[in-house]
């Protein structure tokens, strides 16, 4: 049951929110808290923000409050700015009563007209989980009794207790009038562990012609709290894609439905995807669940099985494709891109310890092991990678930074398989040997060379193609050899170089 006594309330709205309903009340005005902050009230969780309805108008607002952002004022909408008592900056929608109409672009209404009374604004909204408001006109006196300043006309706290995501009034004009609020309906489905009531689902998957009309942004943003707020990510997945709200949108998933792997995997390409994005830390859910999605465009077959030839290449351009048509940021469509493309690094310590070190070399329960971690000696170069190679990985992933989120991404895949052969412990040989490596001078990118093309062209180098190539190869080599990164070696190397070429 949910608590509804007065002291819950109490240590979940902060005072800050508090004041501001306090200064509308003195000025003659109403004012709720509702939407997802007293949804989230009511669940007993702290809310990442506050919506106070009122009936005053945006006018009124900006004269009572000294510190007002009227990003959405045509709908009715101020950003009050406050302060709590520590003087940490909050901002505050206030938002007048309203109603909305003739919705265009599946998203905007072209007609706004605001209302008196807080049961008409609470008409409009998207779920009855949200459309439930709190008077907060004295209700942290002791005498007041919850229930009698909660509004609740849709049967929202029921909903709340039987765990169910359930449209106000007629769910098909609900997501008529907004089709983020499909999507949204999944997101909060997957991050409240809810069910969602079949007319509902029904309305869901007839207005898809509504929710296609959206903006990319608006459902880039709705896709990313699904992955990141929620215990499994994969619920609200399954529900877009039954929905239909995936063909829209990245209809590339659905292409490993019924793509079987090999003897190693239990799931489809698309189930373990999901599951793999479901064990994901959060800097690598994207990647986690588009890590794969090349396989079902390199799948081969011949006597010795199914293959994925170059899944991880192809897979690289889709995401590329995909997260651009999102209108991801430049620099995580670059990060995620180069995680897939060498998510299949094969590091292979433990094939090369059998050739060279033997099993007698090796106690069965340490096989994880190199032997310098157990306190032996060992070539630095050894283990099946030089350091040289090492250094390449890093280099090719992006980084430092990057290659603790391959390392991630790599667990993910293979722990989200129960029948996978994979030891995550060979991570902790790989991780050691990183680790070693990144102690030591790095040159990972040209301009980590001891030279510049200033140098070059002093002794005679060309700029353009000619200076860019001798470049490259100079890095080549320090990557193999870091003391060779010394301006006059790498001047001689380079004068080596230009004769070759």
């Not at 997101?187 to 007839?206: G, N, Y």
């Not at 991801?328 to 690094?345: C, D, G, Q, S, Y």
């Amino acid at each position: 049951m949910i608590d509804l006594t007065i002291p819950k309330f109490i240590e979940l709205i902060p005072n800050y929110v508090i004041s501001i309903a306090e200064d509308l009340q003195a000025a003659g005005f109403e004012a709720y808290l509702v939407g997802g902050s007293i949804r989230d009230v009511l669940l007993e969780k702290i809310p990442t923000d506050y919506d106070i309805a009122t009936n005053a108008y945006p006018e009124d607002i900006q004269k009572i409050f000294q510190k007002t952002v009227p990003t959405g004022a045509k709908f009715g909408t101020i950003i009050v700015v406050s302060e709590n008592e520590q003087g940490e900056r909050f901002d505050v929608e206030v938002t007048t009563y309203r109603s909305d109409a003739d919705y265009v672009g599946g998203r905007w209404p072209t007609k706004v007209e605001f209302t008196k009374t807080i049961e008409e604004d609470l008409a409009r909204r998207d779920f009855t989980i949200n459309a439930i408001a709190l008077d907060l006109q004295n209700f942290d006196e002791s005498d007041v009794n919850i229930q009698e300043i909660l509004v609740d006309p849709y049967g929202g706290i029921s909903d709340l207790e039987n765990k169910i995501i359930k449209a106000v009034r007629e769910p098909i004009e609900r997501f008529s009038e907004d089709g983020l609020r499909t999507v949204r309906g999944c997101r909060l489905a997957a991050q409240l562990e809810f069910e969602i009531e079949p007319a509902t689902f029904e309305a869901m998957k007839q207005t898809n012609h509504i929710t296609k009309q959206i903006s990319v942004e608006r459902f880039r943003d709705e896709f990313l709290k699904l992955l990141l707020k929620s215990p499994k990510p994969s619920v609200g997945l399954r529900l877009m894609k039954d929905a239909g709200i995936l063909t829209l949108f990245i209809p590339e998933l659905l292409e490993g439905i019924d793509v079987t792997q090999p003897e190693f995997h239990v799931e489809d390409v698309f189930e373990h995807s999901l599951k793999t994005c479901d064990v994901a830390e959060d800097s690598i859910k994207v990647a986690a669940l588009f890590h794969d999605i090349g396989k079902p465009r390199t799948i081969s077959k011949d006597d010795k099985g199914t293959h994925f030839y170059g899944h991880d290449q192809k897979g690289a351009e889709m995401t590329k494709e995909i997260m651009q048509r999102l209108k991801f940021p430049n620099a995580e469509i670059e990060r995620t891109v180069k995680l897939i493309r060498w998510h299949m690094f094969y590091y292979p310590s433990g094939d090369w310890r059998k050739e060279n070190l033997g099993a007698s070399n090796v106690a069965p329960e340490d096989s994880h092991l190199e032997p310098e971690i157990k306190g032996e000696s060992a070539d630095p170069n050894a283990y099946g990678w030089t350091d040289g190679a090492i250094r390449r990985l890093i280099m090719n992933v992006g980084g430092e930074d990057a290659i603790d989120d391959l390392f991630k991404l790599r667990i993910a895949d293979a722990t989200s398989n129960p029948k996978a052969p994979f030891n995550p412990k060979e991570i902790d040989v790989l991780a050691a040997r990183v680790s070693r490596v990144r102690a030591s001078d790095m040159a990972l990118k040209v301009t980590d060379l001891d030279i510049n093309g200033h140098d070059l062209a002093e002794i005679g180098i060309e700029g353009g193609k000619e200076m860019g190539d001798i470049l490259k190869e100079l890095l080549e080599m320090v990557i193999d050899d870091p003391l060779l990164n010394k301006k006059e070696t790498l001047l001689e190397k380079a004068k080596e170089l230009r004769i070759k070429s």
